[in-house]
């Protein structure tokens, strides 16, 4: 994989996605050209019926690309979802980050993000230990093998993203 991805990930109900758009906001701040992948567990329709676009893909379509000046969505059917990397090898190689909601199997470097609130333990280093974890965010102090980063501080996380993978200013657009 050429483009840099890294999958946030954590209990339901802990503040991903709110802790991903202060991410994001910051990363367009310093420049970046940032991709955002949200796992799904569960099926979910983009379309609606009525759409000319959800016609084309009721009427068989296997996918089906909706195209306007200012952005694209594509609907495309699968047997199986595809595996993390090769989406983010076909979707993503005009970013310079790619940032995933979620995919905690995967094997994508990860932040966990934990709310003292929500949940004392985490997912990464409780049962079983994930060897993909590269820090945790947090609002609590924590004992941890990997960097520990303040959950309020987008601008904290966003310069241990960009140590980490290295990302320089000769990537910036």
Known sequence: MTVP?????AKSGTGKTTLLERVI??????NYRVGAIKHDAHSFNIDHEGKDSYRLTAA???TTLISSPEKLAVIKKHPASPPIE????TYFADVDLVVTEGFKLSGLPKIEVNRAERSATLLCRGEQVDSTLIAVASDSRLE????????????GICDFIEGHFQLTANRKR
């Open 5 to 9: 991805a890294v999958s946030f990930v």
């Open 25 to 30: 906001a910051e990363l367009k701040r310093r």
């Open 60 to 62: 068989g379509a296997d």
């Open 86 to 89: 090769e989406l983010i090898r």
């Open 144 to 155: 941890l093998d990997v960097p520990l980063l303040d959950l309020n501080d987008p601008a």
